[in-house]
């Protein structure tokens, strides 16, 4: 099976300032990874993913990082904003034909005025 | 659009109540998932349904019943439910549930409270 962990529960950081959250996976045959954005009272919301075959993508004011040696992604939040606090899930998808996702315990991001 | 809509919002209900918790896409997703997730954690996966069939049961006590009526319509059906059954119910959609990028879109949830 596949375990899913986050580094930091909690992170706080200045507006302005970049965040970087971090998330293990333990399956070496993961071959898909998402980061969804939780705020209070919504759904998860898709953020950006990335394919096992590329070590790092882009998109608006985010960046993710997988490194497969490690077993090891992040998201990286460029210029956080008031509007960036949130719970942050990693969820990785296993090689298969399930292709379920396993979501790690998440991180609650909080910007600092 | 990537809109995912469930209904009611907010559900009170006795434990010897039946009710339903509705769900909707019009993206023409193929594969439609329900979740639980308790305060400060991680969603759960409870059901999912591709092709309108019931293709994952994560071990739900009978109480939960999953309907997929249509490929736009995802039910959840409750009965004689437990406090502790009390959560966020979470429904999501995916294109095509064995295709590689296959990103889940989630609706807003529904907040359950078992009295």
């Known amino acids: 099976g596949e375990s899913v962990g986050l580094h930091l529960p909690t992170l706080s950081v200045q507006e302005g300032d970049n965040s970087i959250i971090n998330c293990a996976y333990s399956?070496?045959?993961?071959?898909?990874f998402i980061w969804y954005k939780q705020e209070s009272g919504k759904g998860p919301q898709f953020i950006i993913d990335i394919r096992s075959n590329m070590d790092k993508r882009q998109g608006q004011r985010v960046t993710v990082l997988l490194n497969k040696t490690v077993k090891h992604l992040s998201l990286q939040i460029a210029a956080t904003q008031p509007g960036d606090s949130a719970v942050y899930f990693c969820?990785?998808?296993?090689?298969?034909?399930?292709?379920?996702?396993?979501f790690g315990s998440g991180t609650q991001l909080t910007v600092l005025p | 659009d990537t809109e995912v809509t469930q209904t009611p919002k907010h559900l009170v209900m006795g434990m010897t109540n039946k009710k339903s918790l509705k769900c909707e896409q019009h993206m023409g997703h193929r594969a439609m998932y329900w979740y639980k997730q308790k305060a400060k954690k991680p969603p759960e996966l409870m059901f999912v349904?591709?092709?309108?069939?019931?293709?994952i049961n994560e071990s739900v006590p009978s109480r939960f019943s999953p309907e997929c009526p249509n490929s736009s319509l995802l039910n959840l059906h409750l009965h004689a439910l437990q406090p502790e059954d009390s959560a966020l119910y979470l429904c999501a959609s995916s294109q095509d549930p064995g295709v590689g990028k296959n990103i889940q879109y989630f609706g807003a949830g529904t907040r359950l409270s078992v009295l």
């Open positions: 349904y591709s092709y309108e069939k019931l293709s």
């Open positions: 969820a990785v998808v296993s090689s298969g034909s399930a292709r379920q996702l396993t």
């Open positions: 399956n070496s045959a993961s071959d898909y």
